[in-house]
């Protein structure tokens, strides 16, 4: 099986633009998760999405957003870019709730740099 | 009552040594406590994870050692090889919430 994949691999945006990164969970897995890594926060939770519906969501602004489309798919939207935002952002698929396992796959993450 | 906090910072040990990564949660009600692995330029893998029902768990050369009273859970690496410098993350996640709450890290070199 494929595993996570994530477009794109790198990023340079300024500050004030929006980007959208997007996630393809590995086939079968109906669940994604997003994760923000930086030297100095480390790796924290942004939200996860289940079956098109956010399941749940860290501590992050509202500028901070995402979806998950029909085939699990899944995007995640930064708006009015800051300089703190440059960061790995990492994207995580499991199988789903109810499944049996809480294993987390991930992906090798969209590189964004803010100027 | 979210953290979890994870020591060293930074570890270097002789190859065939034993390396050992430290994790001390607060919430009692997570139930699961992965380990990942990074390496430079590339998404966490998972190690090896554990649940509270046990207290110990092997995986080849990766064994976790968990400590429900103490709230503490341990990652050691037996025989240890230059391939296995990376830096670790200790984790922890409740029921079927896939919000994992992660260690810090743990900078691993292994000196041939």
């Known amino acids: 099986k494929a595993g996570v994949t994530q477009t794109p691999r790198y990023l340079i945006k300024t500050r004030g633009q929006q980007v959208t990164l997007s996630c393809s969970p590995i086939s079968g897995h109906r669940s994604v998760s997003w994760y923000q890594q930086t030297p100095g926060q480390g790796l924290q939770f942004l939200f996860e999405y289940f079956s098109e519906t956010q399941r749940n969501k860290g501590n992050f602004p509202g500028r901070f957003s995402g979806r998950q489309f029909s085939n699990s798919r899944s995007e995640m939207n930064v708006s009015t870019l800051e300089l703190g935002d440059s960061a790995l952002y990492l994207c995580?698929?499991?199988?789903?709730?109810?499944?049996?396992?809480?294993?987390?796959?991930f992906g090798p993450g969209t590189r964004l740099t803010v100027l | 009552q979210q953290q979890v906090k994870q020591s060293p910072q930074s570890l270097i040990v002789q190859k065939g040594g034993i390396s050992i990564i430290n994790c001390a949660y607060e919430?009692?009600?997570?139930?699961?406590f992965p380990w990942y692995q990074q390496f430079p330029g590339k998404g966490p893998a998972l190690l090896i994870a554990?649940?509270?029902d046990v207290s110990e768990k092997k995986e080849g050369r990766f064994t976790i050692s968990f400590n429900k009273s103490a709230k503490q859970f341990s990652l050691h690496i037996m025989d240890s090889q230059p391939g296995d410098s990376a830096t670790y993350f200790c984790a922890a996640s409740k029921g079927n919430n896939y919000q994992l709450i992660w260690g810090a890290g743990t900078k691993l070199i292994i000196k041939p």
């Open positions: 919430n009692t009600a997570f139930d699961y």
């Open positions: 554990i649940r509270p």
């Open positions: 995580a698929s499991s199988l789903g709730p109810g499944e049996g396992t809480d294993t987390q796959y």
